[in-house]
Each structure stands twice: as C-alpha cells, then as structure tokens.
C-alpha cells in the first residue's frame, strides 16, 4: 500500500529565502507525482505535475524533482515572498490504479 | 477553461440533519472524485466515479453518504444524518488523463 509522508509539518523562514520542501513516499511504481497549494479555507491549486518519466518540472520560481527509485520527490521555492504561505501538499498516483495519495502537507509560513 | 465548481461554499447544521453537496466537473473529463478533508491532514478519498460509474467507494460510510453522477456530468453527495464528526472541507476534483483539478470546496460543520 503506497503511503506518502511530507517533512517537515511546518517551516517559518523570512522572504526572500530558498526553500526546499520534502515528500517522500514508500512503492516507486507511480504514474505521476503532482504538488498542490492551499491557502486556508480553499481547495487545492494545481503547481506541479511530474510523470514517471521526467526528472524535473520547472513554472516560474518552483521547480519540482522526482527520484522514483529513492521515493522521493522535493519542491524548490526560489526567492521566497509572503504571498507563498500556505499549505503544500503532495499526492502520488500509483501505476497500479487511479486513486491518488496524498500527504499530510506542509505548512509554509514566509515572513516578511 | 472554466474549473471545478461547487455549491455551496459553507454549510452549517445539527447533527442528525442532512445536507448536500453539488460539483460540475471541469467538461469533458470523465473522472470525478470525491474527497473529504479534515483540518490538518492530506484529502481522503471518498468516492470515485468514472463516468456515471462508481470506480472505487471503498471509504465511503454508506450508512450515512451517498453520492450520484447520474448522467456522467454533474455529481451529488449527500450525508444523512450528519455527525459532529462529518466536520470538515469536502473537495470535488477532477480528472482527464493525468493531474488533479480542485473545485473551492465546501467546508462543513456539524454542531
């Protein structure tokens, strides 16, 4: 059973800092990994989607990586702005099926 | 491209009381999901239909939720009777080929 955790829960940093926001996940046969926004009370935001074939996805100052065979997937945030915090979450759809896993998140505060 | 929608945006009600759910998903795509969010954690799927056929309902408490997609477009999701722990965001998404597309949600709350 594929099962996708995401550390750390919570990261405050001031603006203007990179950052690199982790998910990893335990069965290495995916069809795709995506990354999602959600600012409160909202639903989920589309940022990222990396198919099992790539390594990397880049849309203006994120860019996502996947490493399949070490279950892991990281998303780089360049040139942190306030207007970036929010929850950040991460699902993977498994080749085998296609229900998506999600993790629990992280919640990125940017200060100004 | 107009996204997901769905109505309404809040509910708030009794326990015992029953409440609905509407989403129209992103036209054409064929996948839509039902998901249920509780504060502080990842969505968990409730339903899936492919079409207007159920994929997977596996986590859906049919004693009390039901959902439909009648004509393959538009879905229902109903709770009834509600529990104070039937709190929550409940997100439709939907599907084409490959990524998630999210409506706003309609964040619930049981009292």
């Known amino acids: 059973k594929q099962e996708v955790t995401q550390i750390p829960a919570a990261l405050s940093v001031p603006e203007g800092e990179n950052l690199v926001l982790n998910c990893s996940f335990t069965?290495?046969?995916?069809?795709?990994l995506q990354w999602f926004r959600q600012d409160p009370g909202k639903g989920l935001t589309s940022l990222l989607l990396i198919q099992s074939s790539q390594r990397e996805q880049t849309s203006g100052r994120l860019n996502a990586s996947l490493d399949k065979s070490s279950g892991r997937s990281t998303l780089y945030i360049a040139a942190s702005q306030p207007g970036d915090s929010a929850t950040y979450l991460c699902?993977?759809?498994?080749?085998?099926?296609?229900?998506?896993?999600f993790g629990p998140g992280t919640r990125l505060s940017v200060l100004p | 491209e107009a996204g997901v929608a769905q109505s309404p945006r809040y509910k708030i009600i009794e326990k015992r009381q029953s409440v609905a759910f509407w989403c129209n998903p992103i036209s054409g795509h064929a996948t839509l999901y039902w998901y249920q969010q509780i504060l502080g954690q990842g969505p968990k799927l409730l339903i899936q239909?492919?079409?207007?056929?159920?994929?997977?309902d596996s986590q859906l408490p049919k004693d009390r939720f039901s959902a439909e997609r009648l004509k393959g477009v538009d879905s229902t999701l109903k709770i009834q009777p509600a529990k104070l722990e039937d709190s929550a965001v409940y997100l439709c998404a939907s599907s084409q080929l490959a990524g998630l597309f999210f409506g706003p949600g309609t964040r619930l709350t049981v009292l």
């Open positions: 239909f492919q079409n207007n056929g159920v994929v997977d």
């Open positions: 069965d290495s046969a995916i069809y795709n």
């Open positions: 699902a993977v759809r498994p080749s085998y099926g296609q229900n998506f896993v």
